[in-house]
């Protein structure tokens, strides 16, 4: 059993890792003996990231803009010269935008379609080659995409394109996953409501409400994020691809 969830001796990438959902997925990795570079925009949140969570094991620090296909071939390149292949590639690097209907532009979806979603494909493609070489035949590589509870239900808040690229990333999952196996799996987790950035102003104004609504009546945690990347990354899933996981106390089955 140990074995069927160990990770010890792997190498992960895990992008928008230097705080929120990311953080947690590279701490949990890290504690798990995996070797991880996070990546995100701000060099200097990075490399303070991969400074704290070397405490407890390898992190590293390789920043990168994911927004271009450029940002995201070059931070494919700059991997490949550290690494000869890779396990488990995390995108997780998103932004979010939220005004009223008539005030949403082009920008508002500019943004946010290019990190969430051409960011996820460029990113991906640009591994492949890094992600097959550390495949096996009983323990596939894996990608994992972190979508989101607002990609299966419609949010409270106007995040139109938020919302449309999250699905968009469901699907996509859906559609890499088809393409990339058996060598790759490719799964996404649908988180709801964690502690971080993107969730800061939300949680300080409807904390208590959103947790009242969960019908497991609290926030998730840095560990729920965690097991499920574990789970994911390691062999008791091997079998698993094409799959969005809901991470979010249930509140997808609440309409």
Known sequence: MSDLFSLSGKTA???????????MIADGFVEAGVKVYVSSRKADDCRR????????GTCLALPADLSTEDGCRGLAEELAGREDHLHVLVNNAGNTWA????QFDDAAWNRVLSLNVKGVFHTTKFLVPLLEEAAVDDDPARVIN???????????????SYSAS????????????????????VNAVAPGPFESKMMAATLEAFADQIAEAAPMKRIGRPDDMAGIAIFLASKASSYMTGAVVPVDGGLATCG
Request: proline fraction near 5%.
């Open 13 to 23: 990438l895990v992008t928008g890792g230097s705080r929120g959902i990311g953080r």
């Open 49 to 56: 990231t991969a400074e704290e969570l070397s405490a407890k």
């Open 99 to 102: 005004a009223p209907l008539e």
């Open 146 to 160: 972190i979508g989101s509870i607002d990609g299966i239900r419609v949010p409270m808040f106007d995040t139109y």
């Open 166 to 185: 999250k699905a968009a990333v469901h699907q996509l999952t859906r559609h890499l996953a088809r393409r990339l196996a058996p060598r790759i799996t």
